[in-house]
């Protein structure tokens, strides 16, 4: 049986993430206290895929994605306050080949707890944003 803070971190991608498109549960959790770092890991226990995810705005200081009329109509029209952004990190070695996806960042309603990975058309985001490059 599910606790209540179990049933927090539960997030539904109602078409997947892209590559797992018949995952539809993950649980989220914070991996540090400021926040940048998250798990997403698929729900079911004998499903395979586990993400680094981060907070692209502290990576990425202009990043500024703009969501379509009909990504924000899936996510249920939420407001902009209830938007949370997260982009997939790969973290490797050394750690100065760590990158982000900025292309296709996952969106999340937090009131509704449902959410999209959505390809951002008009940006010129990359899929392979260095991370530790201006550091």
């Known amino acids: 049986m599910e606790t209540n803070q179990e049933s927090r971190n539960m997030i539904t991608f109602p078409e997947g993430l892209l590559g797992f498109e018949e995952i539809h549960k993950y649980r989220l959790f914070h991996e540090d206290e400021e926040n940048v770092l998250w798990s997403l890991t698929a729900a079911n226990e004998d499903q395979i895929p586990s993400f680094i995810v981060m ?64 390809i951002l058309e008009d940006a010129a985001y990359p899929l392979r944003y260095r991370l530790f490059d201006s550091r």
């Open 55 to 118: 907070d692209p705005f502290t990576i990425c200081e202009e990043y500024n994605p703009q969501i379509s009329p009909k990504d924000l109509e899936q996510l249920g029209n939420p407001q902009p306050e209830n938007l949370c952004f997260l982009v997939i990190a790969v973290i490797r070695t050394p750690l100065s080949d760590s990158v982000a996806n900025l292309k296709a960042p996952i969106v999340i309603n937090i009131a509704t707890q449902l959410a999209k990975q959505v």
